[in-house]
């Protein structure tokens, strides 16, 4: 069986980032596809970066009990599909998500052997200037990402792994090296 990863971090926290770069290094990894009623960003696909669908379409796998957890947050909902996680650990792949603090701790609740790695920003000043550098937000939703950031730094305590980005390539070494190591421990 493979294991489960999780990063969470505040949005701008350098989060996908890493994982992207972690993606690539380890390729006994798999990302889990969420699904999202959130609108594309510019270089996102639908089915690469996120299932895109229609809150219509998210409220129905709610009902159908589709999925491990999900959350709703920034006025939109966010979930982890139970189908594509299970198939893919079966198959001996060890899968990487990338889920909000809450989710995290859900995952966690349901598989206790997954291992949740906090990204931190360096300070919530730098998150502020990267977010708005990234300029992928209107300025509304921006808000309510510095908003909710403060209250997911609050959570760092319950991950197994506290990860500081303050410099990338520095971040992405000390991911590596937790990968390295959880990823060789038979269990
Ligand atoms: P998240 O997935 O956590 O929302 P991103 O990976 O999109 O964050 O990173 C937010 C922005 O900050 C991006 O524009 C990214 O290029 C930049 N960034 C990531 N890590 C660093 C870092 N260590 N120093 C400066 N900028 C960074
Ligand atoms: P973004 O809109 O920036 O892609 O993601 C916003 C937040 O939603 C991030 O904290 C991201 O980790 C979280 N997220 C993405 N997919 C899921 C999911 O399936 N479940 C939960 N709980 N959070 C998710």
């Known amino acids: ?8 971090a505040p949005s ?3 989060k996908t980032t890493i994982v992207r770069s972690a993606l690539k290094k380890f390729p006994e ?5 969420s699904a999202t009623t959130r609108e594309k960003r510019g270089v996102e ?4 970066d996120y299932f895109f ?10 009902e159908q009990n589709e999925f491990v957890e999900w959350e709703s947050f920034y006025g939109y909902y966010y979930g982890t599909l139970k189908s594509f996680i299970n198939s ?3 198959n001996g792949k060890s899968v990487v998500l990338e889920v909000d603090v809450k989710g995290a701790l859900k995952i966690k609740k349901e598989y206790p052997d997954a291992v949740a790695i906090f ?3 360096p300070s919530i000043e730098e998150l502020k200037r990267r977010l708005r550098d990234r300029k992928t937000e209107s300025d509304e939703d921006l808000q309510k990402r510095i908003q909710r950031a403060e209250m997911e730094i609050g959570y760092q305590k319950y991950f197994d792994y506290v990860v500081v980005n303050d410099d990338l390539e520095r971040a992405k070494k000390e991911v590596y090296e937790i990968l390295n190591k959880e990823l060789n421990t038979e269990d």
Not at 1 to 8: A, C
Not at 53 to 62: M, R, S
């Open 1 to 8: 069986m493979g294991k489960i990863i999780i990063f969470s």
């Open 12 to 14: 701008g926290s350098g």
């Open 29 to 33: 990894l798999v990302f889990s596809i």
């Open 45 to 48: 696909k639908d089915g690469v």
């Open 53 to 62: 669908i229609t809150e219509d379409e998210f409220k129905n796998k709610i």
């Open 88 to 90: 893919k650990m079966k």
């Open 119 to 121: 990204i931190r920003p």
